[in-house]
């Protein structure tokens, strides 16, 4: 009876064991299969889709390329500023309509946001494409998440549009906090703004390629700088606004009394800070107007909760093997309740009622061989 009661013990403890290793060995096997898989799918040269809108890619002209210079040979600098990645270039076809898309992905949506505002011209009229795009007669521009499109149109139709933003959504998306678009250019003030000026900027290239007034020695993108710069309408004729943002108000700081400091041409200047920020003024503009325009852009903190509040129990392994140790301590205490139970009750009948159930002596049979 003890024997049995130890190995009953023995495979409730190890049962709840075997299972656990089971599991972690399967969710192993799983994240390993779906690592690489889910890297791929990011890092895979495949953008554009096989087909959207009664579109056809043709798969003789599609040429893939992690060079920025396949997507742009005189901007190649630039793009990897923006986080360049990689590149798609394909021919859609539909009956005798062509179509030459070109879908350059970005590490994240400000890389994108950026090239987008980098190829934008104050000409191109705006379109409903998500997130964002300008056209210029048959020629579309723009992004979706962290990717940029450039379509040349054979002609332009009524579903222009329509097939546009059906390319749009047939694009890959991105996860996460890299989806995210940069917040600065929500401070740039909308009155009297020029359209289609905006530029975002993350590096010394992009700012001396678009001739922004401030040179990249004094803005120092060493210390985490980003700029939103845009230009507007002013009574003397047009004014140009640059947006600095710095990861601290001390930078900010210092970084203003260098400019200030500095003789830079193009002047006059006005300059203002707002806590990380540093304001911008110059161009043809009044002084009061110039200074309407600083006291228009202010800081304002925007907290984002990007992490949970509480730990996922599916991302706590130590947490499940609490559990799981938990359930064995609660199933051999239970166990071990039962093998008391049973064995008592057995004793005490034993004890108060003997040879009545237990170890009766009509049920004892005793082999006796006679042997001599």
């Known amino acids: 009876m003890k024997n049995r009661i130890f190995t009953?013990?023995?495979?409730?403890?190890?049962?709840?064991?075997?299972?656990?290793?089971?599991?972690?060995?399967?969710n192993g096997e799983a994240k390993t299969s779906a690592g690489p898989a889910a890297a791929d799918d990011q890092?895979?040269?495949?953008?554009?889709?096989?087909?959207?809108?009664?579109?056809?890619?043709?798969?003789?002209?599609?040429?893939?390329?992690?060079?920025?210079?396949?997507?742009?040979?005189?901007?190649?600098?630039?793009l990897k500023e923006y986080g360049f990645a990689d590149v798609e270039l394909a021919t859609y076809l539909r009956d005798d309509r062509k179509m030459q898309v070109k879908a350059a992905r970005f590490h994240d949506t400000s890389g994108a946001y950026g090239a987008f505002t980098f190829y934008g011209d104050p000409q191109m009229q705006t379109e409903k494409i998500p997130d964002q795009g300008v056209s210029n007669n048959s020629r579309i521009l723009?992004?979706?998440?962290?990717?940029?499109?450039?379509?040349?149109?054979?002609?332009?139709?009524?579903?222009?549009?329509?097939?546009?933003?059906?390319?749009?959504?047939?694009?890959?998306?991105?996860?996460?906090?890299n989806s995210t678009p940069p917040s600065l250019p929500r401070n740039i003030p909308p009155q009297s703004y020029v359209a289609h000026t905006s530029r975002y900027v993350m590096g010394p290239v992009a700012l001396e390629r678009l001739g922004l007034p401030i040179p990249a020695t004094l803005v120092d993108f060493n210390k985490g700088a980003e700029i939103e710069f845009a230009k507007y309408h002013t009574s003397l004729g047009e004014g140009q606004l640059m947006l600095i943002s710095y990861p601290t108000p001390q930078i900010a700081a210092e970084r203003m009394r260098a400019m200030q400091a500095a003789s830079l041409p193009g002047g006059p200047f006005y300059f203002r800070r707002s806590a990380p920020f540093v304001i911008v003024v110059n161009g043809d503009i009044p002084a009061n107007e110039a200074q309407s325009l600083l006291a228009s852009v202010n800081y304002d903190a925007d907290v984002t909760l990007n992490?949970?509040?509480?730990?996922?129990?599916?991302?706590?392994?130590g947490q499940f093997i609490i559990a799981i140790f938990l359930l064995i301590g609660m199933m051999i205490l239970v166990a071990l309740i039962l093998g008391f139970a049973f064995g008592g009750v057995r004793v005490w009948i034993k004890a108060h009622y003997p040879n009545s159930i237990f170890d009766r002596p009509e049920n004892i049979e005793i082999i006796q061989l006679n042997l001599k």
């Not at 009953?8 to 399967?26: C, D, E, G, S």
């Not at 992004?143 to 059906?166: E, F, K, N, P, Q």
């Open 43 to 78: 890092n895979s040269p495949g953008i554009l889709p096989p087909s959207f809108n009664g579109w056809w890619k043709s798969e003789r002209t599609v040429k893939t390329s992690t060079d920025p210079a396949t997507a742009a040979p005189a901007d190649s600098a630039v």
């Open 307 to 317: 992490e949970p509040t509480k730990p996922n129990p599916k991302d706590n392994p």
């Open 8 to 26: 009953l013990l023995i495979v409730l403890f190890l049962l709840p064991v075997v299972l656990v290793a089971n599991t972690l060995q399967k």
């Open 142 to 177: 723009f992004y979706r998440g962290h990717i940029l499109v450039d379509v040349t149109l054979d002609r332009v139709t009524a579903m222009s549009a329509a097939d546009m933003r059906a390319l749009s959504d047939a694009l890959p998306r991105i996860q996460g906090n």
